[in-house]
């Protein structure tokens, strides 16, 4: 009995020192939108123009290959209601003659290659340049 009161204790303890960066932590995630189905003529400015307008933005970025777009990005809200705003409103709605795809970032992306599906973190080229194609 006593080991589950000191394990208990100690995991309560730890919680309430970690707290806040849990919670700064959950806030970026949330605040963290994949940008899907871009004209291959976005780039980072004409993203940041777009997300602007529904709140101040702290990361903004179009992921490139060989410096030509891949045809996604992301883009970070300073707040996590600024970021569901901006999914309210701009997902499925036409730029460039593509329709956006907007969502919460997930910590990994799927990417389909020559080989099934992979999952691929956000912040890694999804391009083998050695084979010429997604892995």
């Known amino acids: ?3 589950l ?7 309560s303890n730890w919680l309430l020192r970690h707290i806040e960066t849990l919670v700064l932590l959950r806030l970026l995630i949330m605040s963290k939108l994949h940008i899907g189905n871009l004209s291959y003529g976005i780039n980072d400015e004409m993203l940041y123009e777009v997300f602007i ?6 990361e903004w970025f179009v992921v490139k290959r060989d410096g ?3 045809g996604f990005g992301f883009v970070t809200f300073d707040a996590e209601e600024d970021a569901r705003y901006a999914i309210r409103k701009l997902d499925g709605q036409e730029l460039n003659g593509r329709s956006l795809r907007v969502s919460i ?4 992306t799927s990417v389909r290659g020559a080989r099934g599906e992979k999952k ?9 340049t050695r084979r010429g194609h997604y892995v």
């Open 1 to 3: 009995m006593s080991f």
């Open 53 to 58: 307008q529904y709140g101040p933005l702290t």
């Open 120 to 128: 691929v973190q956000a912040n890694e080229n999804p391009f083998d």
């Open 5 to 11: 009161f000191l394990a208990n204790r100690t995991f």
């Open 105 to 108: 970032a997930n910590s990994q």
């Open 68 to 70: 030509r777009s891949c």
